[in-house]
């Protein structure tokens, strides 16, 4: 899809992204810290991509608790306004989503990988505490270019390959294409990080 710019300029080849910092209030924030932290407490958690940290199963959106729910709203309106962007009308999907809780404590991180036979890949971030260096990749989420023929340009800003680098902050979600591959640097901070990895899948009627 070519997305304008101006009279002569666009873009192809594009890979959308949806970021929005307060995406959920911190009131139900604090009830989805409680939900994880149950069930965290209660089992040892999958072992994924994850290393160090708990992750539960897959089964968030199972979940009984009215924050889940208001998630769930959320994430579908957010879902068909990226789907929907440049569209001449407003694209209707029927969603499946499955998801999980990450509670990652100092060393822990996630390596790069990507999401095979979704389409859409989500996180959100329940708790994020500062960094505990400043400065440094701190529990970033990274995203790599999906073009593997960019990086052969040696031009330091033109059609730059760069991985993009987003630092978590509570109520944040982001969104992307599920082939896109990215990673989770370690968190060194001496608080907890608390996150919620999604799956979005659009399927026939």
């Given at each position: 899809m070519l997305v304008k710019l101006d009279a002569d300029l666009s873009v192809m080849f594009?890979?959308?992204?949806?970021?929005?910092?307060?995406?959920l209030d911190p009131v139900t924030n604090a009830g989805?810290?409680?939900a994880v932290r149950a069930r965290a407490a209660a089992g040892p958690g999958v072992r994924v991509s994850n290393t160090g940290g708990w992750q539960s199963e897959p089964d968030l959106f199972d979940w009984q608790e009215p924050e889940v729910a208001k998630l769930a709203a959320e994430l579908d309106r957010a879902i068909q306004q990226l789907v929907s962007f440049g569209q001449?009308?407003?694209?209707r999907l029927k969603i499946r989503r499955a998801g999980w809780a990450n509670v990652n404590r100092a060393g822990d991180?996630?390596?790069l990988h990507n999401h095979p036979q979704q389409?859409?890949?989500?996180v959100y971030y329940v708790k994020a505490p500062p960094p505990g260096s400043p400065g440094a990749p701190d529990g970033v989420l990274e995203l790599r270019d999906p073009r593997p023929a960019a990086g052969f340009n040696g031009h330091a800003t033109l059609f730059s390959a760069y991985p993009?680098?987003?630092a978590p902050e509570p109520g944040m979600l982001v969104m992307f294409p599920a082939f896109v591959d990215h990673m989770v640097h370690p968190h060194h901070g001496a608080d907890e990080r608390i996150s919620l990895a999604i799956n979005i899948q659009f399927v026939d009627d």
């Open positions: 594009g890979t959308q992204l949806f970021l929005r910092k307060q995406f989805l810290e409680k001449a009308a407003p694209v991180y996630n390596s389409h859409l890949a989500a993009m680098r987003f």
